[in-house]
C-alpha cells in the first residue's frame, strides 16, 4: 500500500465538503486564480515587481469586486470542450451556408451599388472586430476567477470567428466584383481616416486603455459591445436583406447567437456582483455614464454608411437599435 | 468545403495593424505589458509572420475531434482496472506532473492572453489567441483526468491545490511559471515562454513521458500529453517570429538575454520533475533512454540547431555549467527529494534496487562512488530497522533563484563544481544565497524583478512560520499527515538481495 486510506474524496478538497457533487464544469473552472488576492502579491516574484503593481492596483483594486467571484457561473457553463464542440457545429453550418451561396455564385448577384457599400461598410469592419477581440483578451487576462477569465476569453475567439468569416467573404466578393476589396489598403485607409469610422475609433482605442478589470468589462461588454453588436448584428442584418444579400443577412444573425451568450454572461456576473453589494450599482453606472455615449456616438457616426446603400437604413433607425441594445442589456443586468 | 483556400484569405484576416491616433502607444501598449526593448515606432512589428498558420473554423473542427479522442480514452479506462495496475513508481510520477504543470498550464493561457492583447502584431494576437484556448484546454484536461482519478489516488487532489499552497515544490513552479508568463511582458513572454520553454522543454516534458506512459501501459497518460503536445508545437511558434524582429532591429543581445535567463530556470525545475521521473520512478524495463540521453537528444541538440539558425550563441555557461550538470544534478535532486519525502505530494520512488543502480552506473559512470554511497547507508538503517534515521531533522537551504534546495556538494563530490559552497549575494544589506552561477546571474539581470521576495527558508527564519519545527513547517507547506510523501514500495527496493527481517529473502 502507497497511500495510507482516506474516506473517499468526493471532489477537490478546496471545493470544500459538497453535498452536490460538483459538475464537470466546475471540476475544471472553480479555484483556478489561486493568485487573486494572494497575500502580499498576486505572483510569486518581489512584491512590487511591475506586473505584481499592475494587479494589485487594476484587479484587486479595482472598485468593482466583491467579497468572493468564485460563486459567479457563466449561464453557458462552457469548458473548453463544450466551446469548441459548440462552435465546431456552428462553423459546420456556416461551412454549409457558404457552400449554399457560393453554389449559386451569390457574390456576382451583388449589384454595384450594394458591392460599393459592402465594400465601405462590411470590408473595414475587420479593424473594430479586432479591437473587441483584444479587449476580451483584457478583461479575460484581468477577471478575478476563472469562471469570468474563460467566458471572456471564448468570446475574444468569437470575434476572431467572425472576423474571419467578413475576411472570407471579402476575397469572394473581391473575385466576383471587384479585387480592390480585398485588399489591407481597403480596410484600415477608412479605419484610420474614413468620417465615419473616426467615433468608432476613438472609441476603441480609449476603451483599450480602460485599464481597471471592471471598467474595462463593463465599458466592453454593457458599453461599446452591445452597441456595436447592434449595428453589425442587426441593423446591418437588416440593411442586407434590404439589398438582398441574404447570406450577409444570415451571417448576422449566426454571430448574433455569439453576441447573446456575451450578453448572458455579462448580465449574470453584474447581477452577482450586485447582489452581494448593491452599491456597485453605482460604480457601473458611474462607467456607464462614459462607455455608453461613447458607444452610440460610435454607431451614429456610421450612419451615413448605411444610408449610402441602394436600401438604406436610416440613420436614426440605426442609432435607435444601438441605444435599445443598451437598455436591454442594463435593464438585463439590473443596472437600468 | 468553402471554395476558397486559406491562404487566398488569410492576410486579410491578420493584416489588423494601424498607427493609432486617439491614445498613444505607450499608453496601449505600455512597458509592463509589452516591453519592445527600444523597437519603435510599432510598425516595426508589423512584418510578424506566424510559420504555421490556422484559421477558426480549422481549429474548431479539429479541436473538437482531439478532444472527443482524448476524453473517450479517459472514460474507457476509468472503467478499467488500468490504474491501479500501474507501477506505484510511476503513479508518482503522474501524480507529481499533474501538481506542477496542471494548473501552470491554465496560467500559461494568461501570458498567452497578454500576448493576444499587447502583442505588437495583429497575426501575433491572433495566434495568442488560439494559444490562450490551448491552454484552457490544457489546464483543464489536466485537472479532468486526476479529477477522475481520485477515488482511486486521493493525492490526486493536488492537481488542483499544489499551486494553493507553500509547499516547496510548487513555490518554485510559481517562482518559475510567474516569471516566464504570468509576471512578463508580452515580447519577453514570446520569447521565453514560446521560444525557449515550449519549443524546448515541453517537448521533452511531453514527448519523452508520452513514450514512457506508452511503455508503462498509462494509455490514459500517454493519449493525454500526445494530444496536448500537437497544441504546444503549434502555439509555440510564436517565438520564433519574435526573435526575428528583435534580431533584424539589431537586438540579438536582448534575445539571448531572454533566452539565456529562462533556458537556465527551465532546466533547473525539469532536472527535479522530469529527470527523477525517468531516471527513478520510471520502471526500469521501460525505461526508454536516461534523462540526460533525453536532454542530448533533445534539448541539447535541439537548442544549438535553434541558437545557430538564429544568429544567437550558446549560453555563456552551456560548457561550464550547463553540461556538467547533465552528470549530477537531478540524482543530488532525487537524493534530496526522497530524503525530504514528507515535504513533497507524491511518494518518491527511490529506484535504487540492485538492477537499478546497475543501469544508473551504466548510464552514468561513476554514479555509485558519488550517490550509491549515500544509498547505502540509507539501505543499511532501514534494513537496521532505522527508518527515523532516513527522515530529514533540518531543512536545506534554498537557492534565492531558482527555489530549490541546494545540493553543491553532491556536484563537488561529483568532481564537477569546484567548491561545495553556494553562491552567495548581496544585494542593497541583503544576503541571497544561490544553487549556481547562473541562477545569481539571472538575478544581477534584474533584482527589481526579484530581490523583495522570500524564500522558503527566508520565511522559516524570519519567524513566518510556526512553530518553527519540521511540523509546523510541514504545515505551513500544506501537506496533512496523509499527504505527506512516503517511499513508493515501502522499502521494497532496500530488502532486494538481502534477508528482510521475518522473511526470508527470495
Ligand atoms: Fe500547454
Ligand atoms: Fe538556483
Known amino acids: 500500500m502507497t497511500t495510507m486510506r482516506r474516506r473517499k474524496a468526493r471532489t477537490w478538497s478546496l471545493l470544500g465538503d459538497v453535498k452536490r457533487k460538483p459538475s464537470a464544469y466546475e471540476a475544471v473552472t472553480a479555484k483556478f486564480h489561486y493568485h487573486f488576492r494572494r497575500d502580499p502579491a498576486p505572483w510569486e516574484l518581489d512584491p512590487e515587481m511591475a506586473l505584481n503593481r499592475w494587479y494589485l492596483d487594476h484587479r484587486e483594486g479595482s472598485p468593482f469586486n466583491v467579497d468572493d467571484w468564485e460563486g459567479y457561473r457563466d449561464p453557458a457553463k462552457l469548458t473548453y470542450k463544450d466551446y469548441v464542440t459548440l462552435q465546431h457545429e456552428r462553423e459546420l453550418y456556416v461551412d454549409g451556408l457558404v457552400d449554399r451561396f457560393e453554389a449559386v455564385d451569390h457574390a456576382a448577384s451583388y449589384s454595384d451599388g450594394w458591392t460599393a457599400a459592402f465594400a465601405s461598410l462590411v470590408v473595414p469592419l475587420r479593424f473594430p472586430i479586432h479591437v473587441l477581440q483584444m479587449a476580451s483578451l483584457y478583461v479575460g487576462q484581468m477577471a478575478p476567477s476563472s469562471f469570468i477569465t474563460n467566458a471572456a476569453h471564448f468570446q475574444a475567439a468569437d470575434e476572431m470567428r467572425r472576423l474571419q468569416r467578413i475576411a472570407y467573404w471579402t476575397q469572394v466578393v473581391a473575385n466576383a466584383k471587384d479585387a480592390s476589396i480585398a485588399t489591407t489598403e481597403a480596410a484600415r485607409e477608412p479605419w484610420e481616416s474614413g468620417e465615419a469610422w473616426q467615433p468608432l475609433r476613438e472609441t476603441l482605442e480609449t476603451m483599450l486603455v480602460a485599464y481597471d478589470w471592471g471598467e474595462a468589462f463593463v465599458a466592453l461588454n454593457l458599453g461599446v459591445k452591445p452597441a456595436f453588436d447592434a449595428m453589425t448584428n442587426v441593423a446591418l442584418r437588416d440593411l442586407a436583406r434590404r439589398n438582398e444579400d441574404e447570406f450577409i443577412a444570415l451571417l448576422c444573425e449566426e454571430f448574433d447567437r455569439d453576441a447573446a451568450r456575451s450578453r448572458a454572461w455579462t448580465t449574470a456576473l453584474v447581477r452577482y456582483a450586485l447582489e452581494r453589494d448593491p452599491a456597485l450599482a453605482d460604480v457601473v453606472n458611474g462607467w456607464l455614464e462614459t462607455w455608453a455615449p461613447k458607444g452610440i456616438a460610435a454607431v451614429e457616426a456610421m450612419g451615413p454608411l448605411f444610408e449610402q446603400a441602394p436600401e438604406p437604413v436610416a440613420g436614426e433607425e440605426l442609432v435607435e437599435v444601438a441605444r435599445e441594445a443598451q437598455r436591454e442589456i442594463a435593464g438585463a443586468a439590473g443596472v437600468a | ?506
Open chain 2, 1 to 506: 468545403m468553402p471554395a476558397l483556400r486559406r491562404s487566398d484569405w488569410y492576410d486579410l484576416a491578420r493584416d489588423l495593424n494601424w498607427n493609432l491616433s486617439y491614445v498613444t502607444e505607450d499608453e496601449a501598449f505600455p512597458e509592463v505589458m509589452s516591453n519592445n526593448y527600444g523597437i519603435t515606432p510599432n510598425e516595426k512589428w508589423w512584418g510578424w509572420d506566424e510559420p504555421y498558420k490556422v484559421s477558426y473554423r480549422e481549429y474548431v473542427h479539429n479541436q473538437h475531434g482531439k478532444d472527443a479522442s482524448v476524453y473517450s480514452v479517459n472514460s474507457v479506462i476509468a472503467r478499467s482496472r488500468m490504474f491501479e495496475e500501474l507501477d506505484p513508481g510511476w503513479k508518482s510520477a503522474i501524480v507529481a506532473h499533474y501538481g506542477a504543470i496542471a494548473v501552470p498550464e491554465y496560467l500559461a493561457g494568461l501570458g498567452e492572453s497578454r500576448m493576444g492583447r499587447f502583442g505588437r502584431a495583429a497575426a501575433w494576437r491572433n495566434m495568442a489567441l488560439f494559444g490562450t484556448l490551448d491552454e484552457t484546454r490544457h489546464g483543464q484536461i489536466q485537472t479532468y483526468f486526476p479529477y477522475t482519478l481520485l477515488d482511486k489516488e486521493p493525492r490526486m487532489d493536488w492537481a488542483h491545490k499544489a499551486l494553493h499552497t507553500n509547499e516547496w515544490g510548487a513555490i518554485a513552479a510559481r517562482h518559475l511559471f510567474d516569471d516566464m508568463f504570468t509576471a512578463n511582458d508580452a515580447v519577453s513572454t514570446a520569447i521565453q515562454l514560446t521560444f525557449t520553454f515550449e519549443t524546448g522543454f515541453t517537448n521533452l516534458q511531453f514527448l519523452g513521458m508520452a513514450a514512457d506512459a506508452m511503455e508503462v501501459g498509462d494509455l490514459d497518460f500517454g493519449a493525454l500529453i500526445s494530444s496536448i503536445q500537437t497544441d504546444e508545437s503549434r502555439h509555440a511558434q510564436q517565438g520564433e517570429p519574435t526573435v526575428k524582429i528583435l534580431v533584424e532591429n539589431g537586438y540579438a543581445d536582448v534575445a539571448q538575454r531572454l533566452v539565456d535567463h529562462m533556458f537556465w530556470r527551465s532546466w533547473h525545475v525539469f532536472a527535479l520533475l522530469t529527470g527523477l521521473s525517468m531516471d527513478y520512478y520510471t520502471p526500469l524495463e521501460h525505461r526508454s533512454h536516461s534523462f540526460k540521453e533525453f536532454m542530448q537528444e533533445w534539448i541539447v541538440k535541439q537548442f544549438l540547431d535553434q541558437f545557430r539558425d538564429f544568429g544567437l550563441e550558446p549560453s555563456w555557461y552551456w560548457e561550464s555549467h550547463f553540461l556538467p550538470e547533465l552528470d549530477w544534478y537531478h540524482h543530488a535532486l532525487h537524493l534530496g527529494v526522497w530524503f525530504w519525502r514528507p515535504t513533497v505530494w507524491w511518494n518518491p520512488d527511490a529506484g535504487v534496487s540492485p538492477a537499478e543502480r546497475e543501469w544508473l552506473e551504466e548510464k552514468y559512470p561513476g554514479w555509485n562512488d558519488t550517490f550509491g554511497v549515500y544509498w547505502d547507508t540509507i539501505g543499511d538503517n532501514l534494513r537496521r530497522g532505522e527508518e527515523t534515521k532516513t527522515l530529514p531533522e533540518t531543512f536545506p537551504m534554498v537557492c534565492n533563484m531558482c527555489q530549490i534546495p541546494v545540493v553543491t556538494p553532491a556536484g563537488f563530490r561529483a568532481g564537477k563544481l569546484e567548491s561545495p559552497e553556494p553562491q552567495i549575494h548581496i544585494h542593497e544589506g541583503r544576503q541571497y544565497v544561490f544553487c549556481s552561477e547562473p541562477c545569481k546571474w539571472v538575478f544581477q539581470l534584474n533584482p527589481a524583478r526579484f530581490a523583495g521576495h522570500t524564500s522558503v527558508v527566508d520565511r522559516f527564519l524570519g519567524g513566518e512560520i510556526q512553530p518553527p519545527t519540521i511540523p509546523g513547517a510541514l504545515e505551513w507547506m500544506g501537506l496533512s499527515p496523509e499527504e505527506m510523501g512516503q517511499d513508493a514500495t515501502n522499502y521494497a527496493w532496500a530488502f532486494e538481495g538481502f534477508e528482510a527481517p521475518g522473511a526470508a529473502a527470495s
